[in-house]
């Protein structure tokens, strides 16, 4: 055939529209595919399963949607919903609730027991049997003990409560180690309030629906406190529950949080300056004769000026504000206006029930256990603890105690050894768990190596500090095993993962504790059967027990977790109190008969109780009696005390014991960093906040938050809540540094820009947001995403902070001082 | 060679060459052309597979590049039918040889219109569901109602006049095309019978042409201000976009008779006086188009209402500030300079203005459709709208394939009409003078007289 | 007939979102990838609406939940050129997406902006696939969708009520997923004409007021404002 450039071009044409032509027939078929096929889920016999959420330590009960499929058999969740008998959730949600469909469906989940191959953090691994995985642990612990090295199995755990725990700690008493470790700093610090105030080791918890005044201090009351729908339900209820009455909030923090945007004024605050800012209120109260005359006299110890046996006069409470707290000096420290802090003071105390929170706004300085003391007072002085509308202490539920643990000799050696984070001693002498230590311990083998590590719900190697930046310090630990679920950063380094099941597909109690007054028991139980070759932790725990013999074995005489859960409950059905969770409607008829002096139980037996349980979702007991004094003060006093005779006898007895660093209090004093002397240690006061790096250098302040969306550090790989990391900027899958205006202008940064937020101990890159909710010298970050681990979404977006955090701590309380750290921003 | 009109034959030959002779560089354009439509098809297609998602259109802004062709694409329609059907109704005598180059434009342009329209389409494969399950009360199904309406008018508008000449080509083709021509000549034999007939037909179809016109870019601009959006929700609209459109119609047929008076040689028949006269039509256009955007703008200034003034300041000081001054200069202060100066009042300063009116008015709309998007009422959910390279091939496959089809249509058809032509030589200079006679006072007249218009 | 509305209390509101997760859980909504996200195609039928305004230290926030305004004037109906949009006789505006062409219009013409765009064909990872409620098609790409109220639960409450042959009462049987969630309460939901309902009640609060009110929509939707 002849080509002519008349044929070429023909010919060419053609075959371009034959080619567009092929092209344009597939797509059409495509689409066609993509509309018409797979459109509707698989249908099936619906289902409801009672159980309690896991997503935060929140406890609220949900009811999970089961589809079972009419073709293929399978048991689906298809929906999350508030459990309406259940009286923390009430038959609502919180975002992270209905988001636990990802976590149970979470693509990148892990199928079952995996052990190391490559090199620790590479994340290369291998499937083995769960009977492999349990004698190489077995094996492993038994030469630990053998040695006489029990006590070098650390067991860190996040959040852990109920019978988990209780097995926790039961497996450390009978194989013999003093090191449980709790990544749950903040729940410590709470505990320690009441401890030295109260004397009580709990958390506090509030009657807020019943409140008419909350004046809150950091407390990130919408955002992520304990049970977040039980909050915002109480915040529904504050403001519009009672027709003719809208209670006033109140919010301390240095940046417009959620919390700050939904209260009718908002207060920012100097960092590390709340517990100055109380007390000035306290001075204003005080001064004004406008507290609670009859409680402070009859129930609290240390308000005015007091004599001791020795005949020695020490500061009260009362000359200690007088004196200390004026407002303009305060003012001046705390850069609250002076009319502020009087008006604020005149409301608070003016406005009956009122309460103050304290919580992790205010405690995560240096000074954060003295801030929450100094917050505290406050309700003392307008007698809002144990009241309605005030502060309360939540009940436990009768669960049948364990049987005692019978130690053998190894367990008891193990136990004598001091614990590796020096919890207790001059390094946090209130603590029970001193975390922040522990890097250190890792770092200089002393007091001693750890052998072997237990990660349960923990994920150091993203939560604490240290080891975000250096998580090769686990390395040092020849045996690491994590229970977790999923693969996130620290499970990277462990030689073994045991995965749990999702909290959808297992058998749990859980106790609800710093939520309110009364008792409350949910049931989690398996929505659908596990999904993979994973195994409940208790199980496992028995299983390694078992396998250990001996001692060990004894304390551990169940089949399975769900023979002590069983167990444990048989109390609680005895108890003649309480009720299986019902209807609001039901329960106001149960408890008038209570009130009557009858209790009509709807069950006759164990079974019948057992039954009921698992359809409703749980027990309580809605009895809750304020004022019951006798057991809300454990003080020395036996009241409520303003100077703590708690912690001058802790901190006299460490003096006592061995010179720290010099001799007697005063080296006391001087290791855990406290400037106050004399009777201002023991009593609620301001001491000056202590800043990683220099304030020339950095000179921002570093403040982080839980946003609603981000619990603990697991919800980052759930895609619905990436959507919607924070409401007040409403940018999907982005975490980004807020700034005022203000100072963005003088550094140049437009809104949208990249830039490094740089600490001494870190850098980090990220889009700078400007925000005129936060305080010119403070930028904020919020917590809970930038996984380097932990599922495909979870390491697509985000920035963790943590990363910048530096070595600071409150060293009373044994915290973490998260928000101690000074920042610089260049642009990037 | 047989031929009825022998005596035509030399005078008008250019007519007939760029039918009967084709060059190289018309192959060559071709080529070009139709590499860009394929890429433009191409583009279409990834769009087909993988949805609109691959387009840069989001929330808010959900229409953008398409939506800003079919409104322009539209606009551009207005050059053909309705300036003809104007002239013709005016006996405008210098509208003989520009009329066909016009109505061409209308007729193929339309096709792109509605095209625009069905690229846009999330699902193009439920076309028909707006036959089936139409909603008269959408303002969409006025679109497709009377731009179906308007191009089958034009389509016989155009169809009309041409039959004369598809006669004449009938007695010089040969082959395929004398087969085409005589089928499509109907039997054209130019008695008078058929002459009176044809202009009758033609003067009904200029009439009802006219309001179809005005109707079709009415209805376009009600697709907007139909809704509650800011700055969309406007009674100027209507007329807006039809003066709009004629205005960005008439710079496209400046250009197109441009182009086939240097491909073709045709100086001779489209001559300065033509160009010069189109030239003072569009820069009353252009007066008349900165009157309706200054009361638009003026007004939604004045109000001061938040969101009307959050469009308005996007446009003017805002994100898309570089495209409205751009739209005022390409539309007013170019088009002003040159035109309203005889001396720059050439035929390469009218083509140069004429430019710079066509991507004037493609800004316009542009910037009528995306920054109302961008700005909605409710401010939290505003957003910015960047084209990815399907909207901009497409975008360009579309113009390509347009000026494909005139060139196409170039080589079917005479692009003058040659009839015409010469019915003005050798009826319309004696009409003229007559009529211009009796405009003069003189006998007869001024009883009111017959009003010599056809 | 019952005439289904939603009464959002923003005094109760504490921007918590889960309004917006159980609405994505409940009616199948898409996820899109970060990249598709932040070029604006979230698909969020309920979302909350941020605003902050004055300058530090005085600043306010506020947040309103958006669903579906349920306009009784709704212009995305009229607009519809295949019938897609429709209104049924108790009012709600439900979207046919099987016969949607996807020409957007409904989408410029509701002010609110209460209507999303498949711009592309949904996926999901096969693990998350598992938990898609069998309830609610899944929708192709290239057509529109929106909050319907949850139709489908009426559609429950129906069958229910019908075979105790009675009509589905005015509150309580019936309410969309969001409002269930809601742990503030401050979603309330019921038939506006029956004067015994809650929201019929707090649509005629003093603090009641609607969307956008001058433009004439007439929503189904109230607002009562904070304080």
Redesign the interface.
């Known amino acids: 055939m002849k080509l002519t450039?008349?044929g070429f071009?023909g010919w060419?044409?053609a075959v371009?529209?034959a080619a567009?032509g092929a092209?344009?027939v597939?797509?059409?078929g495509?689409?066609?595919a993509?509309?018409?096929e797979?459109?509707?889920?698989?249908?099936?016999i619906e289902g409801w399963v009672a159980s309690v959420c896991q997503q935060c330590p929140g406890g609220c009960g949900i009811l999970v949607r089961t589809?079972t499929g009419v073709e293929d058999g399978?048991k689906?969740?298809?929906?999350?919903?508030?459990n309406p008998h259940h009286p923390i959730?009430r038959?609502?949600?919180?975002?992270k609730?209905?988001?636990g469909?990802?976590a149970?469906?979470?693509?990148d989940?892990l199928r079952g027991p995996l052990k190391r191959t490559g090199g620790r953090g590479q994340g290369q691994w291998q499937p083995v049997s769960w009977d492999e995985a349990i004698a190489t642990v077995v094996q492993h612990l038994q030469g630990l003990r053998a040695r006489g090295e029990a006590h070098t199995l650390l067991l860190m755990a996040g959040q852990v409560r109920g019978l988990m725990q209780s097995l926790l700690l039961r497996f450390l008493d009978a194989y013999g180690s003093p090191n449980y470790l709790s990544t749950a700093s903040g729940c410590e610090a709470a505990q320690q309030t009441l401890l030295l105030t109260q004397g009580i080791a709990a958390p506090i918890a509030s009657d807020l629906e019943n409140s008419a005044y909350i004046l809150s201090f950091g407390a990130g009351l919408?955002e992520a406190g304990w049970s977040?729908?039980?909050q915002?339900?109480a915040?529904?209820?504050l403001?519009?529950g009672t027709p003719g009455r809208?209670g006033r909030l109140v919010q301390v923090e240095p940046r417009?949080s959620?919390t700050a945007?939904?209260a009718d004024e908002?207060i920012?605050v100097r960092p590390g300056t709340d517990g100055a800012l109380a007390l000035a209120m306290a001075h204003v109260i005080v001064s004004e004769g406008l507290f609670d005359r009859e409680f402070v006299e009859a129930w609290t110890f240390g308000f005015e000026d007091w004599r001791d046996p020795a005949g020695t006069t020490h500061l009260g409470f009362r000359s200690l504000v007088l004196n200390d707290y004026r407002p303009e000096a305060v003012s001046a420290v705390t850069g609250v206006p002076i009319q502020t802090i009087v008006r604020v003071a005149r409301e608070f105390a003016a406005t009956r029930p009122a309460v103050a929170l304290a919580e992790r706004g205010a405690g995560f300085y240096t000074n954060g256990l003295y801030n929450r003391l100094a917050i505290h007072a406050l309700n003392a002085l307008v007698g809002s603890i144990e009241i309605p509308g005030g502060t309360v202490i939540q009940r436990r539920p009768p669960l049948t105690p364990l049987p005692p643990v019978t130690r053998d000799a190894a367990a008891v050696r193990g136990l004598a050894a001091p614990r590796i984070d020096g919890a207790g001693t001059s390094n946090s002498p209130l603590a029970s768990s001193a975390l922040p230590w522990l890097p250190e311990a890792l770092r200089t083998g002393s007091p001693y190596r750890p052998n072997a590590l237990f990660l349960c719900y923990a994920n150091p190697a993203y939560s604490v500090p240290e080891f975000v930046r250096s998580p090769d310090l686990l390395d040092r630990i020849p045996l690491i095993v994590s229970f977790s679920p999923f693969p996130d950063e620290t499970s990277r380094h462990a030689d073994l993962i045991l995965p749990d099941h999702t909290y959808l597909e297992r058998w749990q109690d859980d106790p609800i504790e710093a939520t309110w007054g009364p008792a409350v028991l949910g049931l989690r139980q398996p929505a659908i059967p596990p999904r993979h070759q994973t195994r409940h932790t208790g199980d496992v725990l028995i299983q390694i027990a078992q396998g250990l013999g001996g001692a060990v074995a004894a304390a551990f005489p169940w089949k399975d977790f769900g023979e002590v859960l069983k167990g444990s409950l048989r109390d609680v059905a005895g108890t003649q109190r309480g009720l299986i969770m019902t209807t609001p409607f039901e329960e106001a008829r149960q408890r008038r008969q209570a009130d009557a002096g009858f209790w009509l139980p709807t069950y006759k037996t164990f079974d019948e109780f057992w039954s009921q349980v698992a359809e409703r979702g749980g027990w309580w007991d809605p009895a809750y009696s304020f004022g019951d004094r006798e057991r809300a003060f454990r003080t020395a006093s036996g009241k409520f005390e303003f100077f703590s005779q708690t912690l001058r006898q802790r901190l006299e007895t460490l003096a006592r014991r061995g010179p720290a660093s010099g001799g007697g209090l005063e080296g006391v004093l001087r290791a855990l960093d406290i400037r106050a002397r004399g009777d201002r240690v023991f009593l609620p006061h301001h001491e000056a906040p202590r800043f990683v790096g220099d304030e020339k250098e950095f000179p921002l302040h570093l403040i982080m938050s839980k946003p609603?969306?981000l619990a603990s550090t697991r919800t980052a790989n759930h895609?619905?809540?990436?959507?919607?990391p924070d409401?007040?900027?409403?940018?999907?899958?982005?975490i980004a540094v807020e700034i005022?205006?203000?100072t963005a202008h003088k550094l140049g940064v437009k809104d949208g820009d990249e830039v490094w937020l740089e600490s001494p101990a870190g850098r980090l890159r990220l889009r700078a947001r400007l925000?005129?909710?936060?305080?010119?010298e403070v930028v904020h970050v919020p917590f809970g995403s930038g996984h380097g681990a932990g599922g495909?979404f979870a390491e697509?977006?985000g920035a963790n902070p943590n990363r910048l955090v530096g070595g600071e701590a409150d060293r009373l309380a044994g915290t973490p001082a998260l928000f101690a750290t000074r920042v610089r921003i260049t642009k990037a | 060679m047989q031929t009825t009109h022998p005596q035509a034959f030399d005078r008008d030959d250019v007519l007939f060459a760029p039918v009967l002779r084709t060059g190289r560089g018309f192959y060559a354009a071709v080529a070009v052309l139709l590499a860009v439509a394929a890429w433009g098809a191409y583009a279409y297609t990834t769009q087909l597979r993988y949805g609109l998602g691959v387009t840069g259109l989001n929330r808010p802004v959900a229409w953008g590049f398409y939506i800003v062709n079919f409104v322009f694409f539209i606009g551009i329609s207005h050059a053909g039918t309705l300036i003809s059907a104007i002239l013709r109704l005016c006996n405008a005598e210098w509208r003989r040889p520009i009329t066909r180059a016009a109505e061409t434009i209308t007729v193929l342009v339309l096709f792109f219109g509605l095209g625009s329209i069905i690229i846009d389409l999330g699902r193009p494969d439920r076309l028909f569901y707006v036959l089936q399950y139409g909603r008269l009360q959408s303002p969409l199904l006025w679109d497709v109602t009377s731009i179906t309406t308007y191009l089958t008018a034009s389509t016989l508008y155009l169809y009309m006049p041409l039959i004369p000449d598809l006669a004449l080509l009938r007695d010089r083709a040969r082959g395929w095309r004398r087969q085409l021509y005589t089928a499509i000549s109907l039997g054209w034999r130019g008695t008078p019978e058929q002459h009176r007939r044809l202009e009758r037909g033609i003067a009904v179809m200029a009439v009802l042409v006219i309001p179809i016109a005005v109707s079709v870019h009415t209805v376009v601009s009600w697709v907007f201000s139909m809704t509650l959006q800011p700055m969309w929700k406007s009674t100027i609209f209507g007329p807006y976009f039809v003066t709009g459109a004629i205005f960005s119609g008439m710079a496209a047929l400046i250009i197109a008779m441009a182009a086939v008076r240097r491909a073709y040689h045709l100086e001779n028949y489209l001559k300065p006086v033509h160009f010069n006269s189109l030239a003072l039509l569009l820069l009353t256009m252009s007066l008349l188009w900165f009157y309706f955007t200054f009361a638009e703008h003026l007004t939604a200034y004045y109000g001061g209402e938040l969101a009307e003034g959050a469009v308005l300041f996007a446009k003017v000081t805002g994100p898309y500030a570089p495209e409205f001054w751009a739209m005022v200069v390409l539309n007013l202060v170019i088009p002003l300079a040159i035109m309203a100066n005889r001396r720059t009042r050439t035929v390469a300063g009218i083509v140069t203005a004429s430019a710079s009116v066509l991507v004037g008015m493609w800004l316009e709309r542009y910037l009528i459709v995306v920054p109302t998007l961008a700005n909605p009422r409710l401010p939290y959910a505003r957003g910015l709208y960047f084209p990815t390279w399907v909207e901009w091939s497409i975008t360009a496959g579309a113009f390509a394939l347009f000026i494909l089809l005139y060139m196409v249509f170039t080589k079917l058809f005479p692009i003058i009409s040659i009839w015409e032509v010469r019915e003005g030589r050798e009826l319309g200079i004696q009409e003229a003078y007559e009529r211009i006679e009796s405009y003069l006072p003189g006998p007869g007249v001024g009883a009111g007289g017959p009003i010599a218009l056809r | 007939m019952a005439r289904w509305g939603m009464v959002i209390d923003l005094d109760r509101c504490t921007g918590c979102q889960a309004c917006v997760v159980t609405c994505k859980a409940e009616n199948n909504v898409p996820v899109v990838t970060p990249r598709e996200a932040q070029a604006g195609r979230l698909m969020l039928w309920m979302t909350v609406i941020p605003e902050v305004e004055g300058e530090f230290p005085r600043v306010r926030a506020r947040f309103t939940p958006r669903p579906c305004m349920q306009c009784d004037h709704p212009p995305c109906v009229k607009v519809c050129p295949v019938q897609a949009m429709t209104k049924s006789p108790e009012g709600t505006v439900s979207h046919v997406f099987a016969r949607c062409i996807g020409c957007r219009f409904c989408v410029q013409a509701c002010p609110y902006g209460v209507t999303y765009f498949n711009w592309q064909a949904p996926t999901w990872p096969k693990d998350l696939r598992e938990s898609l409620n069998p309830d609610f098609a899944i929708r192709p790409t290239g057509v529109v969708e929106m909050c319907d109220f949850c139709h489908h639960r009426l559609q429950h409450a129906r069958e229910e009520a019908r075979a105790e042959e009675r009509d589905v009462r005015g509150e309580g049987e019936y309410v969309p997923a969001c409002v269930q969630a809601c742990p503030a309460r401050a979603l309330i939901f019921g038939d506006l004409d029956d004067p015994n309902t809650a929201a019929s009640n707090l649509a005629h609060s003093p603090r009641a007021f609607r969307m956008l009110e001058d433009l004439g929509t007439s929503p189904k939707v109230y607002y009562l404002k904070e304080g």
């Open positions: 450039r008349r071009l060419t044409g371009a529209a567009a092209q344009t597939r797509a059409i495509d689409l066609q993509a509309t018409y797979a459109e509707l889920p698989p249908r099936g589809i399978v689906r969740a298809v929906k999350i919903e508030g959730s038959g609502s949600i919180c975002p609730g209905l988001a469909l990802q149970l469906y979470d693509p989940r919408l977040p729908v039980r915002a339900r915040y529904g209820h403001r519009q809208r417009l959620v945007a939904k908002w920012p609603m969306s895609a619905w809540l990436a959507e919607i409401v007040r900027t409403s940018r999907p899958w982005e005022n205006p203000e925000y005129q909710g936060i305080a010119p495909r697509a977006w």
